[in-house]
């Protein structure tokens, strides 16, 4: 099964102690790479995120972005530091004392001093926090597989209809190959009687030389290991495992052969074919950049 490497997915689990909101995207990328944003409260459980986007994304730059909103059981109760109030007090006081300073020491002053005033966070119970978030990363997860999956869909059909013109434009090379030689022959032949005028044509050295340009012109293993990679193709793009650096790997040895033809094609019409073949294979080599 094909699976496009760019999606999106969110995913968002709510409890009684939080809202949490997990968003993931995805884009072209050679490996698999995934980059994990996430408040400072899930920092322990980010080895178990990349572990659960890891093992369903195999190609691909991934971005997991993740919000965590408290709710009234999870929020911050305050806590007030009684002794640390105390001794900024009696501090103040000796200061007032000592300065001759004689305004009031207020409350709101007192409260402003660091540490004085601390959240508490009430029922922070780690394995249910994770519980919630990989909750949330799963669901995100299976949302941007639905994704990939349609657009994998979309990418086999045009995969498959490629593949289908690149089979007819080889064909087109098998049929014109021979005919080639052929034409070479009658050529050389009607440039030989103009050249020697009265004097008879060595038929020995004429089919010397139309065997040395059949041999050059020869495309035949070419022509059976493309149609080889075409199987091959067609084999790949039915596996349910990820098959982007494969199908990447067909179309370099697809455009080797091409290459190969073109460079021993001493005719305009297989040149023109080849041309075609070029650009059809460019055309697939893009697509399947896209795919896991």
């Not at 402003?112 to 669901?139: M, P, T, Y």
């Amino acid at each position: 099964m094909i699976k496009s490497m760019t999606g999106y997915g969110k995913a968002v689990v709510e409890t009684e102690s939080g809202r949490t909101t997990v968003e993931i995207r995805s884009v072209n990328h050679r490996y698999g790479e995934v980059f994990v944003k996430m408040p400072r409260s899930f920092l322990a459980f980010e080895n178990d995120v990349r572990k659960v986007v890891g093992d369903r994304l195999k190609r691909g730059k991934i971005e997991v972005f993740v919000l965590r909103e408290e709710g009234a059981a999870g929020q911050h109760q305050p806590m007030v530091n009684v002794p640390l109030a105390r001794a900024y007090r009696e501090a103040f006081d000796h200061l007032r004392t000592e300065l001759g300073i004689y305004d009031p020491v207020t409350l709101p002053l007192i409260l402003s001093q660091r540490d004085v005033l601390a959240a508490r966070e009430e029922g922070g119970d780690e394995d249910i926090l994770r519980d919630e978030l990989l909750k949330a990363v799963r669901g995100a997860v299976e949302a941007m597989e639905a994704m990939r999956v349609r657009e994998g869909e979309a990418l086999h059909a045009d995969l498959a209809a490629r593949r289908r013109t690149l089979e007819a434009l080889i064909e087109r090379v098998a049929e014109r190959a021979p005919a080639v030689v052929a034409e070479y022959a009658q050529k050389l032949r009607e440039r030989l009687a103009q050249l020697l005028a009265d004097t008879a044509l060595d038929e020995a050295r004429l089919a010397q030389e139309v065997a040395l340009l059949a041999d050059r012109c020869d495309v035949t293993e070419e022509l059976v290991r493309f149609r080889s990679h075409l199987v091959q193709f067609d084999e790949t793009i039915a596996l349910a495992e990820p098959v982007g650096r494969k199908l990447d790997f067909l179309m370099q040895e697809l455009n080797r052969e091409v290459n190969t033809i073109g460079s021993k094609a001493n005719d305009a019409s297989m040149a023109a074919i080849v041309v075609e073949l070029k650009a059809e294979l460019e055309k697939i080599r893009e697509q399947v950049q896209n795919i896991e």
